[in-house]
């Protein structure tokens, strides 16, 4: 049997950039990516603290540096730009592996993204 179990989680940041006009994504700085092991192209869940919404979307690589997280597409209008998120990724793992799988948690300076 398998489960889905949380994988990685880059919580509380704050959303820089919104666009409507792009196709639909996240857009997340590559040294966040790299820090909470989550790759271009990977379902990632939204929670915004803010407003209480719910989404599911796939991932794009942001320039590296900065902090930028840009919501894209149809997500533009469930945040608003300085609203705090919560980024998801989870998997799928045998139930005895799930029992001593340890997620990638990580923990950005929501005033500016970067890791501290």
């Given at each position: 049997?398998?489960?889905?179990?949380?994988k990685?989680?880059?919580?509380?940041?704050?959303?820089?950039?919104?666009?409507?006009?792009?196709?639909?994504?996240?857009?997340?700085?590559?040294?966040?990516?790299?820090?909470?092991?989550?790759?271009?192209?990977?379902?990632?869940?939204?929670?915004?603290?803010?407003?209480?919404?719910?989404?599911?979307?796939?991932?794009?690589?942001?320039?590296?540096?900065?902090?930028?997280?840009?919501?894209?597409?149809?997500?533009?209008?469930?945040?608003?730009?300085?609203?705090?998120?919560?980024?998801?990724?989870?998997?799928?793992?045998?139930?005895?592996?799930?029992?001593?799988f340890?997620?990638?948690?990580?923990?950005?300076?929501?005033?500016?993204?970067?890791?501290?």
């Amino acid at each position: 049997m398998h489960i889905q179990v949380l994988k990685s989680k880059i919580h509380r940041v704050s959303v820089t950039e919104a666009d409507l006009n792009y196709i639909g994504s996240i857009t997340i700085d590559q040294d966040l990516m790299d820090a909470a092991n989550v790759i271009e192209g990977e379902k990632v869940q939204i929670v915004n603290i803010n407003n209480g919404e719910r989404l599911e979307t796939y991932v794009i690589t942001g320039k590296r540096g900065g902090g930028g997280i840009c919501l894209n597409g149809p997500a533009a209008r469930k945040v608003a730009v300085g609203d705090i998120i919560i980024i998801i990724s989870y998997c799928s793992l045998d139930f005895e592996e799930a029992k001593s799988f340890k997620p990638t948690l990580i923990f950005p300076d929501t005033a500016t993204n970067s890791l501290v």
